[in-house]
């Protein structure tokens, strides 16, 4: 199908009964909103049924879907939601999946940091504790937080995609970057970066 | 040094390059007199570049999932029907109507419903639910997705005959799009249907 074919008139083929217009918007969005739930959740099988949970969802409710944004926000819409009631439900377990051994490495790792300044950490393992510190964060700051940084979008587009007030959405990035902020403090008192 | 009144909102608006040009060198006039945003902007934008770096080392690129779209259709075939009201139900039915008579006179249109709505009401129940929201639950996911696989030839054929109808005029456009239908219906009756419709078009063109 034609790459000039905007995605606004994909969705009117699809609304009279086009499957392949379908087809065409899940090939230009499924990296995109794969890659940002894999960011979200950390779990190639869980952003995998998330990212089928999306596309579901759109397909059953694009007919009725009237475009007051952009289909690639409301895109994200429905993955930043799904995404927040992931983070919900698993609020009370480890966000990070690790093996025994691993966790056990993690652990000593963390204690390495507080108790002994001088120890470098290996990148692998420095890289990891970073985003176990963003994965901390609460599962809006970590959603606001995401889509700023690494989905391309300006605050405006955030606070459209997640239903909130631009004021809102700074609030989130502000305590998001400050908690960050805090956990990460041990890794600059020890290591020049 | 001026008492500073800036706010962390206004300072992250920098960081995030959110502010507009004249409050950004305004801004940045400000830094330059103030220790206090200088390390508020220094902190914040080291957060950033550290996180940056963690991040880019987790997903250098993103290898998606293999045969998404199949997953997807197979979860559509298998979800419940969804139900929806029988006014829902007409003006559905009367808008899909619409589109295939879409430059026909009202009166023809009216007319035409109202012979389908006749006889349709003796073959059976006009006003199921469409097509893709009526799968028999009873049958095995694979007949579901065969199930599927036809009402979705069948959809892209009446795409097919309504794009006809609008452009008349373009003949390659149909072929193509007919050629595709077919190839999509290859094994089924409906390649003979398609076959049939392009023999049509070579005549009429
Ligand atoms: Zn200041």
């Given at each position: 199908?034609?790459k ?5 008139m994909l969705v ?6 086009s499957q392949?217009?379908?087809d065409e918007?899940?090939k230009r969005?499924?990296r995109k909103?794969?890659?940002y739930?894999?960011r979200?959740v ?8 998330l990212?089928?949970e999306?596309f579901?969802?759109?397909y ?7 475009p007051?944004?952009?289909?690639s ?5 429905i993955a930043?939601n799904?995404?927040?009631d992931?983070h919900?439900?698993k609020?009370r377990?480890?966000v990070?999946?690790l093996?025994?051994e691993?966790?056990i490495e993690?652990k ?6 507080s108790s002994?300044?001088e120890?470098q950490?290996?990148?692998?393992e420095?890289?990891?504790?970073i ?8 599962a809006?700051?970590k959603t606001?937080?995401m889509?700023?940084?690494?989905e391309g979008?300006q605050i ?9 007030a631009?004021?809102?959405?700074k609030i989130?990035?502000?305590r998001a970057i400050k ?6 403090r041990?890794l600059?008192e020890?290591n020049?970066i | 040094?001026p008492?500073c ?10 960081v995030?390059?959110?502010?507009e040009q004249?409050?950004t060198?305004?801004?940045e006039n400000h830094?330059t007199t103030?220790?206090k945003?200088?390390r508020?902007v ?7 570049r550290?996180v940056d770096?963690?991040e ?6 993103v ?11 197979k979860?559509l075939?298998?979800?419940?029907p969804?139900k929806?009201s029988l ?9 899909k109507?619409h589109l ?7 009166a ?12 349709a009401f003796f073959?059976g129940?006009?006003?199921r639910p469409?097509?893709?929201l009526?799968?028999?639950r009873t049958n095995?996911?694979n007949?579901?997705i065969?199930?599927?696989r036809?009402?979705?030839?069948q959809r892209?054929f009446?795409d ?15 072929v193509?799009?007919l ?8 094994g089924?009756d409906?390649?003979?249907?398609a ?8 005549s009429e063109?």
């Amino acid at each position: 199908m034609d790459k000039m074919i905007d995605d606004e008139m994909l969705v009117a083929q699809f609304k009279s009964g086009s499957q392949r217009a379908f087809d065409e918007l899940m090939k230009r969005y499924q990296r995109k909103i794969f890659g940002y739930l894999l960011r979200s959740v950390r779990n190639y099988e869980d952003a995998e049924e998330l990212t089928l949970e999306v596309f579901f969802k759109a397909y059953r409710a694009l007919g009725s879907w009237e475009p007051k944004a952009k289909f690639s926000t409301w895109l994200y819409t429905i993955a930043s939601n799904l995404s927040i009631d992931y983070h919900r439900a698993k609020a009370r377990q480890p966000v990070y999946i690790l093996e025994d051994e691993e966790a056990i490495e993690t652990k000593l790792v963390a204690t390495d940091i507080s108790s002994n300044p001088e120890k470098q950490l290996e990148d692998k393992e420095r890289g990891r504790l970073i985003r176990e510190a963003v994965d901390e964060l609460s599962a809006k700051q970590k959603t606001v937080f995401m889509l700023a940084r690494y989905e391309g979008m300006q605050i405006k587009e955030v606070a459209e995609t997640l239903g909130m007030a631009e004021g809102t959405v700074k609030i989130h990035l502000h305590r998001a970057i400050k908690k960050l902020q805090t956990l990460l403090r041990p890794l600059w008192e020890n290591n020049e970066i | 040094m001026p008492k500073c009144n800036i706010s962390e909102a206004h300072v992250i608006d920098y960081v995030y390059g959110e502010l507009e040009q004249t409050q950004t060198s305004d801004f940045e006039n400000h830094l330059t007199t103030c220790n206090k945003c200088t390390r508020m902007v220094a902190g914040y934008n080291r957060v950033l570049r550290t996180v940056d770096e963690a991040e880019n080392e987790f997903m250098p690129h993103v290898i998606v999932p293999r045969n998404l779209e199949t997953k997807l259709y197979k979860r559509l075939a298998d979800a419940q029907p969804e139900k929806t009201s029988l006014l829902t139900r007409l003006s559905n039915y009367f808008a899909k109507l619409h589109l295939v008579m879409h430059e026909q006179k009202i009166a023809s249109v009216c007319i035409f419903s109202l012979a389908v709505i006749v006889v349709a009401f003796f073959v059976g129940n006009p006003f199921r639910p469409t097509a893709d929201l009526t799968l028999n639950r009873t049958n095995s996911a694979n007949a579901r997705i065969e199930q599927y696989r036809h009402q979705d030839i069948q959809r892209n054929f009446e795409d097919v005959l309504r794009k006809k109808h609008l452009r008349n005029t373009d003949s390659w456009d149909t072929v193509s799009h007919l050629n595709r239908v077919k190839d999509q219906a290859q094994g089924t009756d409906w390649a003979n249907i398609a076959n049939n419709q392009l023999k049509r078009v070579h005549s009429e063109f």
